[in-house]
């Protein structure tokens, strides 16, 4: 990026480069209430579980969008940014959903910023019905695919090709941001973060996110660079996990890498105990569309054992803490050859039931119940879960592997390297308020050996940057600097609902991608 420009929408707000051929964009928390929000894709109408999974999915419901603009002259969208999928998908201002009241009532959700190809001149049609993603639960977004000018961070990508959803169950599109070989269509195609490159608007496939505390209301994500003020001590690289098709062919389809051991500790001075992973590292699916972590079962009762954490199996299906528990609980997971995050209680201990305390059943035996920031897979109801990981559970029983949402992504900063395959992770600095962005070059074959800050700062989040108001109250400033970029920040939401957290799985998945994948090769996890 060579130039940026200060964007103000209704949450949104573009950030700051310091370096060329770097874009980075805020991005913000849907809450519910909130126009757009998607609710749950299923419900278990009738069931006496219904109040709590509406509820959950209700907090849940949300995601980390981004703000972009479609088609000549912009058409302003939000987008949640999924690290689970690979298509672009943009809904229809005449899609059925928008214009059905009764399907507004049925998927509990309505439409929000949507798209007009008739209005753009730069619209081309790819595929009449081209386009097709199916949700878990049997339902989906179709459409037809075209191309279109696709402008984000102050990127402006031409003629990307994008699903354009005349059906759909959710109000709000998608930005998929994994491999195009997880795309929703035979018939791969170049998609976002391939364009990226292609056009030069970054020099290699590679981005990083920071999704900040969860107290916070944004992080942001950064194409083609790496911001070392985001985060405490050395990145630590390690390999993709590669998938095996059914025909015995291996690739890179989904972004996964190697969880090798966990510890949880309960707190007040306890001792870390080992959680067992089954003796083996276990393939762990980095996915930002999905808001909890989800671990295989045996592992799950391990965890659960160790912290003090009750599943009720009766009614819900969910895993509930202790909100008034020790505050200085964690659970660490070690990773690649030597990444290890700590995830402290106020990003696992999430207390999403304030004032709904009557309604949790009444086996759960916490006055105080919060939910946990890691839930059992196998309870997991699909609409919770990204696709590529049900693609996994149904494509082989006997594979393990655990899903890693935002409540892990959340204290971990995480750079995707879809060039060389791989990706760096540390811990993060949560509510940094400054910027050092060091850009990835294509020379320098992979992710460089980086350290970021000392320690986790301790100011407090009044000038977050990469932060933004999804209040409607936001105030970005701008200040230039010598070579034109500007660096914006903006004030976090004044109003509270700390409770809120981002959305289940929109990781969706269709024939293509569902076929690609059958296993995680085992040996892709040996450490070298
Ligand atoms: C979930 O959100 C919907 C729409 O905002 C609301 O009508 C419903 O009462 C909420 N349910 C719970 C359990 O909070
Ligand atoms: C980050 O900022 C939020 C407020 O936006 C605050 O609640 C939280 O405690 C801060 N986190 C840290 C680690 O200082
Ligand atoms: C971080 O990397 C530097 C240089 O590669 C190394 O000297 C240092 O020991 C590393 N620190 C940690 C905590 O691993
Ligand atoms: C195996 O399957 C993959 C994914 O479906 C496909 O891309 C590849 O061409 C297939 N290879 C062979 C040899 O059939």
């Known amino acids: 990026m060579r130039s940026v420009t200060v964007l103000e929408s209704l949450a949104l707000f573009i950030a700051t480069t310091s370096a060329a051929n770097v874009v980075e964009i805020g991005i913000n928390r849907i809450r519910p209430g909130q126009p757009g929000l998607p609710n749950t894709l299923r419900s278990r109408a009738n069931s006496p579980s219904?109040?709590?999974e509406t509820l959950v999915n209700n907090v849940t419901g949300g995601g980390y969008y981004a703000s972009v603009d479609v088609g000549t002259p912009p058409q302003p969208q939000v987008l949640v940014i999924d690290t689970g999928s690979s298509d672009v998908w943009v809904v229809a201002s005449d899609a059925d959903l928008c214009t059905s009241s009764l399907l507004q009532r049925k998927y509990g959700d309505t439409c929000s910023d949507t798209y007009d190809s008739s209005k753009s001149s730069t619209y081309e049609l790819v595929s009449s019905e081209g386009f097709d993603i199916s949700y878990l639960d049997g339902t989906g977004s179709s459409g037809d695919y075209i191309t279109d000018t696709f402008a984000i961070g102050g990127a402006s990508i031409k003629a990307l090709q994008i699903g354009y959803a005349t059906?759909?169950?959710?109000?709000?599109?998608?930005?998929?941001?994994?491999?195009?070989?997880?795309?929703?269509?035979?018939?791969?195609?170049?998609?976002?973060?391939?364009?990226?490159?292609q056009q030069d608007l970054i020099s290699t496939k590679?981005?990083?996110?920071?999704?900040?505390?969860?107290?916070?209301?944004?992080?942001?994500?950064?194409?083609?660079?790496?911001?070392?003020?985001?985060?405490?001590?050395?990145?630590?690289?390690m390999p993709i996990v590669q998938t095996q098709s059914s025909n015995g062919t291996s690739g890179y389809t989904v972004l996964a890498v190697a969880l090798n051991s966990m510890t949880a500790n309960p707190g007040s001075g306890e001792n870390n105990s080992p959680v067992s992973l089954g003796g083996q590292p276990l393939p762990a699916i980095l996915d930002s569309g999905t808001t909890l972590s989800y671990l295989p079962s045996s592992v799950a009762s391990s965890l659960f054992n160790a912290i003090g954490a009750y599943t009720d199996d009766l009614v819900t299906g969910y895993t509930f803490i202790d909100c008034d528990g020790p505050s200085d609980l964690t659970v660490t997971l070690s990773l690649g050859k030597g990444a290890t995050i700590v995830l402290p209680t106020s990003q696992i201990v999430l207390d999403v039931f304030a004032g709904m305390q009557s309604q949790i059943p009444s086996n759960v035996p916490f006055s105080n119940a919060c939910l946990f920031g890691f839930q059992d897979i196998g309870s997991a109801s699909s609409s919770s879960l990204s696709a590529i990981a049900a693609a996994q559970i149904a494509a082989t029983s006997g594979s393990s592997f655990a899903l890693l949402g935002d409540t892990f992504l959340r204290s971990t900063y995480a750079v995707y390297d879809l060039t060389n395959n791989e990706i760096g992770l540390a811990q993060s600095n949560l509510n940094s308020s400054t910027s050092n962005i060091v850009e990835l070059k294509a020379s320098d074959n992979g992710i460089p050996t980086l350290t970021g800050v000392k320690a986790q700062q301790t100011t407090s989040a009044s000038s977050t940057t990469g932060s933004g108001s999804s209040g409607g109250s936001s105030t970005s400033g701008g200040s230039g600097d010598s070579d034109g970029t500007v660096t914006v920040t903006a004030s976090p939401k004044s109003n509270v609902a700390a409770g809120v957290v981002s959305g289940p799985s929109y990781g969706v998945l269709a024939a293509a991608g569902a076929a690609c994948l059958a296993s995680f090769l085992g040996g892709a996890l040996v450490m070298a």
């Open 50 to 52: 219904t109040y709590i």
């Open 167 to 197: 059906q759909t169950v959710r109000g709000t599109g998608i930005m998929g941001i994994s491999y195009s070989a997880s795309e929703s269509t035979l018939d791969t195609y170049p998609n976002l973060i391939d364009q990226f490159v």
């Open 206 to 237: 590679a981005y990083s996110l920071y999704l900040n505390d969860f107290r916070s209301d944004s992080g942001s994500i950064l194409f083609g660079g790496v911001d070392t003020d985001k985060f405490i001590g050395n990145l630590s690289t």
